[in-house]
């Protein structure tokens, strides 16, 4: 059962696929799982019960899409979570899907510690709203500022 899904826009960075990486890697080492880097296709272990695979693509005009999947067999459920990173040529276009996938009973998701990562360092964006790793409180005094960028007028 699909838990939980973030796809951004991360348009202009030319670092995306670079940046990406080293947040996954970060991700990896705080749950302790191997940061080996699998080779394209193959699967590999990267912790008791975790198999990790990669797929890359080099488009014809230049830019590449990245897919990192982990699949994590624990306490008789299955776990799957899939980053998928593309960066146009030159980095002028891009985006970032994240999705977690898991058993149909039992614990539901939270938004990823990857999620806020990864939005951390890209400059990600929803349509014309900037994703922010951490979400926005406000007030009161707030909501019609809100409701102009949120409500549509009929």
């Not at 940046?19 to 080779?39: A, C, F, M, Y």
């Not at 693509?57 to 306490?75: A, D, I, L």
């Amino acid at each position: 059962m699909l838990g939980y899904r973030m796809f951004v826009g991360a348009a202009d960075e030319p670092e995306l696929l670079r940046l990406t990486n080293g947040q996954l890697s970060e991700w990896l080492i705080e749950k302790r799982w191997t940061d080996d880097h699998p080779v394209d296709g193959h699967a590999v272990g990267v912790a008791p019960n975790v198999r990790a695979t990669v797929v890359s693509h080099t488009h014809q005009k230049g830019g590449v899409t990245r897919r990192h999947r982990f699949v994590e067999q624990n306490s008789g459920a299955t776990w799957v979570t899939e980053l998928t990173v593309h960066q146009g040529q030159g980095g002028k276009t891009g985006w970032v899907w994240l999705d977690v996938i898991g058993p149909d009973r039992g614990a539901t998701p939270r938004p990823p510690r990857l999620a806020r990562k990864l939005i951390e360092v890209v400059y990600a964006h929803d349509g014309d709203h900037l994703v922010e790793a951490t979400p926005t409180i406000i007030d009161i005094d707030d909501v019609p500022g809100a409701c102009q960028v949120f409500c549509v007028s009929s």
